[in-house]
Structures are given as C-alpha cells and as structure tokens.
Nanobody, 121 residues
Framework: QSQVVESGGGLVQSGGSLRLSCTVS????IAWFRQAPGRGREGVAC????????WYRDAVRGRFAISRDAAENTIYLQMNDLKPEDTAVYYC??????????????????WGQGTPVNVSS
C-alpha cells in the first residue's frame, strides 16, 4: 500500500525556482509527471529508491533535480530556471514493485492529487 501527497506548487516568474515535495509511503520507483492544459500527462523525472538512480526528461535535464529524504519519506523536485512551458499540474506517482525508470503512465500504482505550477513570462 502506498499513499502519495504533493505540495509546493505556486506562481513564479520565468527564471525562478520552486521545490515540490512528495510524501510517499512505499514504492520502488517514485516519479514526477506533469500535465499542461490541453495536453497529455508526461513523465518529468523519476528515482529508484533502492539504488538512487534517476532519469530526467530532456526538456528539464540540467534544470530540475529529484532527490529524497528517506528519514522523512519525502521525494523532492527542485525546479530551477523555470520557463513558461513548464506550466502544468505536477503529479507525484509511485510504482510499488516495478523497477522501470522512466516510469510509464500505466505502470503507476498510486497517484497524488496534483499541485499546480504556473510560470509567468
């Protein structure tokens, strides 16, 4: 069983930073997805909890960083140099037993409720 709760979204100007938090109990792989208005949900980053390996979408590599605080059962997504095209609802997701990273949409066992990120130009 896993529970996923995100926080940390908000409004920021282009070039600014935000840090999203995901409190998650359980899960081999934890991922961040995003869904912009009128578009499908896409993977942004993921982390394998058992070995710490990560993956990033090309559009965010070098600007976003996924990390964990195991003691707090929390996964973070630090987002720097934000651009208007990063505007979306961001979702944290957990795959309880799988080992894929990047994590596919249909491999997700638990989704968070989503947190909006709005980047103004």
């Amino acid at each position: 069983q896993s529970q996923v709760v995100e926080s940390g979204g908000g409004l920021v100007q282009s070039g600014g930073s935000l840090r999203l938090s995901c409190t998650v109990s359980g899960g081999n792989t934890i991922a961040w997805f995003r869904q912009a208005p009128g578009r499908g949900r896409e993977g942004v980053a993921c982390l394998k909890q058992y070995d710490g390996s990560t993956w990033y979408r090309d559009a965010v590599r070098g600007r976003f960083a996924i990390s964990r605080d195991a003691a707090e059962n929390t996964i973070y997504l630090q987002m720097n140099d934000l651009k208007p095209e990063d505007t979306a609802v961001y979702y944290c997701a957990a795959d309880v037993r799988g080992t894929s990273c990047p994590l596919g949409y249909y491999e997700v066992d638990f989704w968070g409720q989503g947190t909006p990120v709005n980047v103004s130009s």
